[in-house]
């Protein structure tokens, strides 16, 4: 069995998630996997917790939950934070999963560029540092020789870049496209049951997959996010969320739903990569699909892909996103798939 | 660019397959994996030719195609075979494409236990090895650190071995089913459009799915060794072609299929593997699944599986069995796949 340290930035609902899967299947991971994950440094906007010996996943969340801030916590101080907190983290892995921004991709891309400048591979749970910097990380993981992982960030827990990665293996994809945001899938959803669109919001919310604002989701910006992902990473195309064709999904209404459903398709908003002419486009919007279709098919908090392929034509994967915990699933997931890379995990 | 030299048995549909794949596409795995991949040597029945240079593949298909043997290819003589032809073929890999056999497995079983022992990786696309001597095989393996692959015997062209391995890290599968022979979809299908059974059967040996003898396939045989694998990797069960409770296709009518159609909903060979008790059980057999349910959904060569998990819910992965190329193209993804975790490929 070896220990595997890891420094978790940000402790929202992905990083909560994470201590949560670290303290419920411990077990499960040694046996499984022949590694110990050590949750060896937390920080949040309130501070910093570090233990290189490993801290208690429900210490943490119980600081969290009682007082804000894993600062609270056992090994826990305010003010720590940066390159400080990682020199003391000892960690191996950083865990990147604080609130995307898609401004200045912070406090995401300098955790990140500092955890390869100390050796530490990277797993990233949110999007700005992709969506804004992609090849300026990549580059640096290149340099230092170490590998940053980021299937939570294009539509999780879908297991696109998996499948594109081992089960793809030879073969050339055409074009892509997805359900890959739930809410805006739920919402539909729901306003195809008669329901409006704030009823849909609130429903969305109540299922675990909406956040307060929904305006990332509803206007497509999120899965615009995740296309320009997959577009650098599986089309090697340097796409940026300028370059999505996006619609949103605010001007559809209940009754054109409602008509829908009753002629047997509905209203999906489909993320869409494509090779054109010598360039690869993308696009976000609402399609009218078959209820029959691989992606019409899918309701309520369902997501999927589908891989337009040369040689196997239409590979499709579609899961179910329960909420909160998934995403924090992709990130053990990349961490085991990292460990498997390194030699330290079966 | 790492030289990589494959042994391959049997130059069947899957061999051949094989073939083909590396004549079109030696530039794609030498520029997207970074490997040369070298087929230094191939046994069918007639007997074999080897060259540790590299075989040239087009070579090797017209002598077939004129002579039925590759020993009539150059650097091919009759007689060769077993470990005489696996030591001169100087192979990192061996390849074990012959007729499945489900009586004793030969002489699939015993080129696998040969090469293990000569230190080569094994690749399985024959299943007769796999369904009879499992247990026998992997322990081999143990013994002599070897990797056996087999992501072409579980109803390839879904990579079902690869989405457990890689994407449902952390994650219990608790049951799976899946439409995993294309002979019976396509058959099932043309029947609920007004075909009779013999012409289902046809238009599946003209979509180049079924075999002259459909015999394994309708009866659900296939479909059962499948199972019987999936049991044994994935859940860890002893099960044998005798635990599976299987019902063939034979007995549904045309009329009941196309009364099936007219009410949204179609019948579908199903093979399931799920717990129950301390136990897990198997079954193959027909049964009826609404049309936008993820397996009802698919017809004619069309093929999937649903994951039935913990912590992520359905999972299903579904793609179209092309005829032919698809499971040469699991053998090439297994050899990639292999050789990145030796380091030979990227």
Same mark, same amino acid.
């Given at each position: 069995v070896t220990d595997i340290r890891l420094a978790l930035t940000g402790f929202g609902n992905v990083g909560r998630g994470v201590a949560q899967l670290l303290h419920d299947n411990e077990e499960e991971y040694r046996r499984s996997y022949g590694v110990r994950l050590l949750l060896s440094g937390v920080a949040d906007r309130g501070g910093a917790a570090v233990s290189p010996d490993g801290l208690d996943p429900a210490?943490?969340?119980?600081?969290?939950?009682?007082?804000?801030?894993? &600062?609270?916590?056992?090994?826990?101080?305010?003010? #720590?934070?940066?390159?400080?907190?990682?020199?003391?983290? +000892? $960690?191996?892995? @950083?865990?990147?999963?604080?609130?995307?921004?898609?401004?200045?991709?912070?406090?995401?891309?300098?955790?990140?560029?500092?955890a390869l400048d100390r050796g530490m591979d990277v797993v990233l749970a949110s999007k700005g540092a992709l969506v804004l910097d992609f090849d300026r990380l990549m580059e640096q993981a290149r340099r230092t020789a170490r590998r940053i992982l980021y299937s939570g960030t294009t539509g999780a827990p879908i297991?696109?870049?998996?499948?594109?990665?081992?089960a793809l293996v030879g073969v050339t994809i055409e074009a892509l496209e997805g359900i890959v945001n739930a809410t805006t899938n739920k919402i539909l959803t729901e306003m195809a049951d008669g329901?409006?669109?704030?009823?849909?919001?609130?429903?969305?919310?109540? &299922?675990?997959?909406?956040?307060?604002?929904?305006? #990332?989701?509803?206007?497509?910006?999120?899965?615009?996010? +995740? $296309?320009?992902? @997959?577009?650098?990473?599986?089309f090697h195309a340097p796409l940026t969320l300028d370059d999505v064709d996006r619609t949103g999904i605010r001007s559809i209404t209940t009754a054109e739903l409602e008509a829908a459903g009753a002629a047997g398709e509905s209203y999906k908003l489909i993320a869409r990569i494509w090779r054109e002419g010598n360039g690869v486009r993308a696009s976000v919007g609402p399609e009218l699909r078959r209820a029959n279709d691989a992606l019409g098919r899918l309701s309520g908090t369902q997501m999927g892909v589908v891989f337009k392929t040369d040689l196997l034509g239409d590979v499709a994967c579609t899961v179910q996103d329960t909420g909160g915990v998934p995403t924090a699933l992709t990130v053990l997931r990349d961490v085991i798939?990292?460990?498997?890379?390194?030699g330290w995990a079966r």
């Open positions: 210490d943490l969340l119980r600081a969290k939950n009682e007082h804000g801030t894993v &600062a609270a916590a056992r090994g826990g101080q305010t003010g #720590l934070a940066g390159g400080e907190f990682l020199d003391r983290t +000892k $960690a191996a892995v @950083l865990l990147e999963g604080a609130s995307t921004n898609f401004t200045d991709a912070e406090p995401g891309i300098g955790y990140a560029l500092a297991p696109i870049l998996e499948l594109a990665d081992r329901a409006s669109y704030e009823q849909g919001v609130r429903a969305a919310q109540d &299922a675990g997959v909406a956040e307060t604002d929904p305006t #990332l989701d509803v206007d497509g910006w999120d899965a615009a996010a +995740k $296309a320009v992902i @997959l577009g650098r990473s599986l798939n990292l460990a498997r890379e390194r």
